[in-house]
């Protein structure tokens, strides 16, 4: 009874905050329509993968998806802010970058693709036109957590909206967990629901449709995440099939560990959790901590599991994780689509960038 007091108290105190912000984020976007602020649309295909929410959709594994779809046709570049790294302006990924100098989600991508361009910038107009001169051969750039960066106009736009939360059930900071209003969700061309249960009904998938009401020229599409074997931060060849004699000390600094949790429970036996905040970056007395947990864990079968983003952060640390022995873990994750899902969503992607093509052609 006390917790719902005090939370109808929050919320009132809250409104009007969230009323100032939602006022601001719709006159910036009117400012856009409107054509008072300038959008750019450039020559070669753009996808933008991005939220109306505060993280925890899946933005990175899903921008892994179209690498993997597009990679093998097209030479594909990615852009991204580079969120919390220790650097500023445009910077291009090599084999010296870490999560310090280009942030977490970058680092991942240019680890699990070697030959893609990964760059990043706050400046996302200015830095396209870097990229293509530094690399005239891409031909498709992937923009990642772009939707509220107006600024450049893509050519494809993909709004990401989680199974358990979506934008239609919540509110705009500071009451709920929305970067602008749910009314936005009408500038994507194509929506997905993400992380739903691979079981989902039919009944299930239409009522969300009903619910999130999409325009005429609107896609909707279901994906779920898939997880594969846990492999050693530094030595991914080191597989780890995971059993219920094994307990395991979960290190996450992500957004939403909620379906990893629900995974291990599956498949592992004890959980603790080590959870920290969102991109965090480990210091020595985290590490410490962590490593002390590990230790009080009274069972000869143990592990550490982490996610491939917190590994990108934790590789920081190589030598001494590596010193003190620390059995480190990632959990690999991708997106899969369901079957007549993937079929048109695929179609989809692929027919925009063919459109690219030919059109390049007959100029």
């Not at 929050?10 to 054509?35: C, E, H, S, W």
């Not at 009451?175 to 009408?186: F, H, K, Q, T, V």
């Amino acid at each position: 009874m006390r917790d719902t007091v005090l939370f109808e108290i929050f919320k009132i105190v809250m409104l009007p905050f969230a009323l100032i912000y939602g006022f601001i984020v719709r006159l910036r976007n009117k400012m856009y329509d409107t054509q008072i602020y300038k959008s750019v649309r450039f020559e070669i295909p753009v996808i933008s993968v991005g939220n109306l929410s505060v993280g925890g959709t899946g933005k990175t594994p899903h921008i892994e998806y179209l690498i993997n779809l597009l990679n093998d046709q097209f030479k594909v570049a990615t852009l991204s802010r580079g969120y919390r790294r220790k650097t500023r302006g445009f910077l291009v990924a090599d084999h010296e970058s870490t999560a310090h100098t280009i942030g977490d989600e970058p680092m991942q991508f240019k680890n699990n693709f070697s030959d893609v361009i990964v760059a990043v910038s706050e400046n996302r107009m200015l830095a396209i036109p870097e990229m293509l001169a530094l690399y005239p051969g891409i031909e498709v750039i992937l923009l990642d957590d772009a939707y509220q960066h107006r600024s450049v106009n893509p050519g494809l736009s993909i709004l990401l909206t989680d199974f358990d939360n979506l934008y239609t059930r919540d509110r705009v900071l500071p009451l709920g967990r929305l970067r602008e209003p749910a009314s936005s969700s009408a500038r994507a061309d194509i929506i997905i629901v993400t992380k739903c249960p691979p079981d989902l009904s039919e009944w299930k998938r239409d009522e969300i449709i009903e619910e999130l009401a999409p325009g005429k020229y609107q896609k909707v599409y279901f994906s779920f995440l898939e997880y594969g074997y846990p492999y050693y931060i530094f030595n991914q060849d080191q597989r780890l099939q995971l059993q219920k004699d094994v307990d395991v000390l979960l290190l996450t600094g992500i957004a939403n560990n909620k379906s990893i949790v629900s995974l291990l429970k599956q498949h592992a036996g004890r959980i603790i959790e080590q959870e920290f905040s969102d991109h965090h970056y480990f210091d020595r007395y985290d590490l410490e901590n962590v490593r002390d947990a590990f230790n009080n864990i009274e069972s000869s079968s143990k592990v550490i599991i982490t996610t491939e983003k917190d590994a990108m952060r934790l590789s920081l640390h190589r030598d001494w994780l590596i010193q003190n022995k620390l059995p480190l873990f990632a959990l690999p994750v991708k997106v899969r689509f369901f079957p007549t899902d993937e079929v048109a969503f695929q179609k989809d992607v692929i027919s925009f960038m063919t459109y690219y093509r030919e059109r390049e052609e007959d100029q």
